[in-house]
């Protein structure tokens, strides 16, 4: 239980991070004026992650999966901005 727990608190922020990102940084105008909102989106979001993180069958498929998705999302966002897709 516990390691599911942390897989959702440790690499779960990173994904809920990366995709937030990717939403925010995506919308039509400059990032600054989704700061706030993001800010404020960044903790229920994060709750579902760690929620989610429950529905494993054990830590280590937990641990697996969310770092696998927040490697990806994290590197999905720095590909989008380093090929000035996002700025």
């Known amino acids: 239980m516990w390691a599911r727990a942390l897989a ?4 779960g922020f990173f994904l809920s991070a990366a995709v937030l990102g990717l939403f925010c940084w995506g919308l ?3 990032w600054q004026s989704t700061l706030v909102p993001g800010l404020v989106a960044f ?3 994060w709750t579902i992650v760690i929620a989610a993180s429950f529905k494993f069958a054990d830590g280590r498929r937990a641990w697996a999966w ?4 927040a490697v990806l ?3 999905l966002l720095w590909a989008l901005q380093a090929s ?3 700025r």
């Open 84 to 86: 000035q897709w996002l």
């Open 73 to 75: 999302a994290q590197s």
């Open 66 to 69: 969310l770092s696998a998705l």
């Open 8 to 11: 959702g608190v440790v690499p």
């Open 43 to 45: 903790f229920p979001i």
């Open 28 to 30: 039509p105008g400059p």
